[in-house]
């Protein structure tokens, strides 16, 4: 069994604090609070400002109010190392984070080290789990889950259509790619075209003009919303009607402010949409209240913490071996619903549905 090794780290790194000033116990999350996947970072944010804010109301934790530590790692691993030496050295003893899964299972060693419980609630690729320390988890299912169900998808909807699949080379990106890929030929489907693209670029005219050459009807986009967003716009700047699909990164409404009507009928993959739960409505209120749209990973980084929050309080302690006793043999309420974790750390809830792209919002595919 793996073990947590405690050492000595401190980077310097620009964190912000915020909620309340000399609070006893510290708690962060961390994302890409920076950078072209700020959006998801301001969804982290917002949802752990959010909870620690309702759980100082109710009396804190074990009569101890919580310090909000904010990381910001751009999506960028060697960043988000130092992000979470940082963390180490500010005495955190809790880590929502991170969002993108390349930064997390980097960041997940240094956490490991420290003694430092994480629980992501966004990072998808089933190595956070498969090999990270016995102190991880997370509330966002995995992409060998999502991609199981992208692939048959893909199968039976589009089985005599031409499917190309593109992927970012990140983590994410090919993790998914690859596991929506390995399902669909399982299911008896093979695709036309499988290519890699570089995050961050800005002009895909020679990946569009490829797509249109191979007749490609379908592509689906293992990568981010930004990138996504421009490729369906500039396939409909050439005259192509190819239907675009991918995953839980395009739950972010910049997807359409990218897209404009370019994203019309845009599907993807994601959880059973959290804000839909009866349990969570008063809160999904509160931040409606505040202005707020918890979309995306809000209500999951929330349900991190409350998770976290009841295991500290099961245990009587923030101590990390028993508070991950606590984490591995509890049952949690949570905006997300009433979970649990597996021997892996990985969540036990509903599995990914499909959504649609539909005039500026994303909502179920009937």
């Given amino acids: 069994m793996r073990k947590l090794f405690v050492t000595a780290a401190a980077l310097a790194f620009g964190i912000a604090a915020s909620s309340v000033a000399n609070a006893d116990i510290n708690i962060a999350t961390a994302g890409p609070m920076t950078g072209q996947y700020a959006s998801f970072g301001a969804q982290m944010k917002a949802g752990a400002e959010m909870a620690v804010k309702d759980i100082n109301a109710a009396g804190g934790v074990l009569g101890q109010k919580l310090n909000l530590i904010i990381g910001d790692d751009a999506c ?12 180490a050295s500010d005495g955190v003893v809790f880590m929502a984070g991170h969002f993108c ?17 994480q629980i992501s609630p966004a990072s998808t690729n089933p190595k956070l789990t498969d090999e990270g320390g016995p102190n991880v988890y997370r509330v966002c299912g995995r992409d060998d889950q999502q991609g199981a169900v992208a692939g048959a998808f893909l199968a039976s909807t589009y089985g005599d259509k031409n499917i190309a699949i593109v992927h970012d080379k990140t983590a994410y990106g090919k993790g998914l790619a690859d596991e929506t890929k390995k399902a669909m030929m399982s299911a008896g489907k093979n695709e036309t075209l499988y290519e890699a693209y570089t995050a961050g670029e800005k002009d895909y005219t020679a990946l569009v003009s490829k797509l249109k050459q191979n007749g490609i009807d379908v592509l689906y986009v293992g990568g981010y919303h930004t990138e996504a967003g421009l490729m369906v716009r500039q396939m409909r700047d050439q005259g192509m009607k190819t239907q675009l699909v991918s995953g839980d990164a395009l739950v972010t409404s910049e997807y359409w402010a990218i897209t404009g009507n370019a994203g019309e009928g845009t599907l993807m993959t994601f959880s059973p949409d959290p804000r839909k739960n009866p349990v969570a409505a008063p809160v999904v209120k509160q931040f409606t209240d505040a202005g707020i749209d918890p979309e995306g990973y809000v209500l999951y980084t929330y349900g991190a913490i409350q998770a976290w929050a009841q295991a500290v309080t099961t245990a009587g302690s923030t101590d990390t071996g028993k508070v991950m006793k606590a984490l591995n043999a509890g049952k949690f309420n949570t905006v997300l619903g009433n979970l649990s974790f597996n ?16 005039d500026g919002k994303y909502d179920y595919l009937n």
């Fill in 343 to 358: 021997d892996k750390g990985d969540v036990k809830l509903p599995g990914y549905v499909f959504y649609r792209w539909s």
């Fill in 76 to 87: 960028d691993p060697k960043q988000a190392v130092a992000v979470a030496n940082k963390m």
């Fill in 101 to 117: 899964s390349g930064s997390s299972i980097p960041a997940s060693k240094v956490y490991e080290e420290e003694g430092i419980i």
